[in-house]
Each structure stands twice: as structure tokens, then as C-alpha cells.
């Protein structure tokens, strides 16, 4: 997967990013955080001021604190009340993603997380890959572009696309690209670029469950829409729900204590593959960030875009279905040369 950096001027100015210096910060004052902290917590979509008593209590997941050398173990869930997009408050380094991203799924990853999530076995990892997964969510991607009037496709960027493997055909002589930090082998047909830069303006970028995992949404999708004419995001569907054991700070230590051994972290585990979990025990792994129909809405106003949006349901790897959300982001603005900012 790829992730766009932004320029500090856009980057958010709540949002905790923790790097090797920050393990005191992470460690002591983000447990002694008083309220006021949240005072200031502003949503990463619409900017609404979040309130306090909607913040629920979490842990880091130790899988990802071991793979990407997370150091804080602290974090808070909170939800938009205008959006009703939901965002973890700690967020990770542009050198904590790459390390997460670059062997996406590789052995080490692989290694380290069955450690702490045993059903995390090479079987669910290499079911990703099977044909049938793929032909599936090809499928759900080509209609919906269908069916919202998306043709005349000649040129299309993948960002974060993996092998290239779920871009439509189109056309005999569209051109594909993928951008992803992995470097593994494409699928036939399909060209890297290392940077946006190296692409001359695509019909469509295609920005699937990625919008999910970045550091700042919004930044991201500015970043992208002046270089197509749509663009198509798919994130799964849903913001945890809160409950009074997921606002405790009691359970929140509970879970604390639980990530410092595997066996014991791995009885609280099981597969979510972009489900919205019931478990009571909150925890941040990979995505960051949380969506409903209303949150894309909102992201469409503040880009100044038109949406067509909708719900779907895809295969899992763990044999089950996951809902998400597919959205087509319509540049008005970009075409004309305005400048974002
Ligand atoms: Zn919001």
C-alpha cells in the first residue's frame, strides 16, 4: 500500500504522531491525559469539534507495537458527531507505515502477528490472494463503476493496489498503473510508478481500503483529485459502537495488561477482516480511521465533489462477508485547474 505524506501545513494538528522519541509522551501523558486534551480534538474530515464524553479507551494492538516499533501502547476512539466518522487518535510515522506496508502480508508479518493472534495462520494470509476473492472483488468494483456511467477509461492508477490484480480491463489499450510499497511482481499488463509525479492526469484512480489505514484522510484525497477525473474509494463500513466498557478506563488497563503476553492477547483475538468487532476490548491495528455514508458525504462537501455512494457486501478471507462502502468521487473542481489549499 501506498501512503501519501503531506506537507506539515496540511498535516492535522491534534493527531499524536509517535515516533522512537515519544515513548514518555505516549506512555505516561497520554494515560494522565485530563479531559481539556479532547477539548481541542477536532474531526479529521469535517474539522467539528469532538466531545469529550464520546471518547472510548484503547490499546495499540502489541503485534503492531512489535512489527512497526510502536512504543506507545495508549490510544482513544473518537466519533464525529456531524460526520459520524470515527478516528483513532494516535497515528503512525511515515517510517512505522512503511515498515508495516512495505512486506504487506510477508513472513515476518505473518510471523509476528500469528504470535499474538494465533488464527492469524499462512492459510487466512494466503486466502487474500485466492483467485476466486479476487475475481469477487473485481466484480463488485466493475459494476458499481458500471453503473454509476464510469467509461471511457484509458488511463487507470491503482494506489495501493498490490499486484494490479483488481484494475478492469477497460479497454485493450488502457494503460495500468499501480503505486503500492510493496515491489512484488505485477500482474500482466500492469506498470509501477514509484510517485503521482511520474502520471500525467488518469481518468480514474481506484483508492480501495486504503482511506482507512492513512494518517489523514482528507489530506490524501486533496492530494489525489486534481490528478483524475474519478476517483473510486472502497472502505469497509461502520465506527465501533461505544458501550460503557469500551469508555472505561478499567478495561482499558485490563487490555493493556493482557497485550504484554501473546497467549493471553491471543484468547481476545479473532478475525475482523473489516468488520466493525462486538468484542468489548477495543483495539487500534491497522485502521485508523472509520466511515458510514455520512462521512463520505461530508469528505465530497469539503472536496467539492460529486458523490454517487452505496453499500456493498464482499467475500473475507475467513470464508465470511464484510460490508463496505463504495464511493465515486466526481472532480468538478480539479478539471478546471483550480488550485486546493
Ligand atoms: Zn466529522
Known amino acids: 500500500m501506498q501512503f501519501y505524506l503531506l506537507p506539515k501545513c496540511r498535516q492535522e494538528p491534534h493527531a499524536r504522531v509517535i515516533n522512537k522519541n515519544s515513548w514518555f509522551r505516549q506512555t505516561n501523558l497520554a494515560f494522565h491525559m485530563p479531559m481539556g486534551y479532547f477539548n481541542c480534538m477536532r474531526c479529521r474530515i469535517c474539522s467539528t469539534e469532538i466531545v469529550p464524553n464520546e471518547v472510548l479507551r484503547a490499546v495499540i494492538s502489541p503485534w503492531i507495537r512489535e512489527l ?197 492477547w491471543s484468547q481476545f483475538s479473532k478475525p475482523s477482516a473489516g468488520r466493525v468487532q462486538a468484542a468489548q476490548i477495543l483495539r487500534q491495528s491497522e485502521h485508523l480511521n472509520f466511515f458510514t455514508e455520512r462521512t463520505l458525504m461530508e469528505l465530497a462537501k469539503v472536496t467539492s465533489c460529486e458523490l454517487k455512494v452505496s453499500t456493498n457486501r464482499i467475500p473475507t478471507p475467513d470464508g465470511s462477508v464484510a460490508t463496505v462502502l463504495q464511493a465515486l468521487f466526481i472532480n468538478k473542481i480539479g478539471s478546471t485547474g483550480h488550485q486546493y489549499e
Not at 244 to 253: A, D, F, G, Y
Request: some cysteine; hydrophobic content about 35%.
Open 68 to 264: 512497526s516499533n510502536v512504543k506507545g501502547r495508549l490510544t482513544n476512539l473518537y466519533t464525529c458527531s456531524n460526520c459520524e466518522g470515527g478516528f483513532f487518535s494516535v497515528v503512525y510515522s511515515e517510517e512505522q507505515m512503511e515498515t508495516l506496508y512495505r512486506d504487506y502480508r510477508g513472513v515476518q508479518y505473518t510471523q509476528i502477528r500469528n504470535k499474538w493472534e494465533k488464527w492469524y495462520s499462512l492459510n487466512y494470509n494466503q486466502a487474500h490472494e485466492s483467485e476466486s476473492l479476487v475475481a469477487k472483488r473485481k466484480s463488485v468494483l466493475e459494476e458499481f463503476l458500471e453503473l454509476n456511467g464510469v467509461n471511457e477509461v484509458y488511463s487507470v492508477l491503482d494506489v495501493g493496489g498490490d499486484l494490479g490484480q483488481y484494475i478492469p480491463l477497460f479497454y485493450s489499450n488502457t494503460r495500468r498503473y499501480v503505486i503500492d510499497y510493496s515491489d512484488r511482481k505485477l500482474v500482466k499488463g500492469v506498470d509501477r510508478v514509484s510517485s503521482l509525479d511520474e502520471l500525467q492526469k488518469v481518468d480514474l484512480i481506484i483508492y480501495a481500503h486504503v482511506l482507512e489505514h492513512v494518517a489523514n484522510p482528507l489530506g490524501n484525497l486533496l492530494d489525489l483529485l486534481p490528478r483524475t477525473r474519478y476517483l473510486y474509494v472502497e472502505v469497509p463500513f461502520g465506527v465501533p459502537n461505544p458501550s460503557v466498557l469500551r469508555k472505561s478506563r478499567v478495561t482499558q488497563m485490563i487490555a493493556l495488561a493482557l497485550s504484554y503476553w501473546p497467549k493471553a
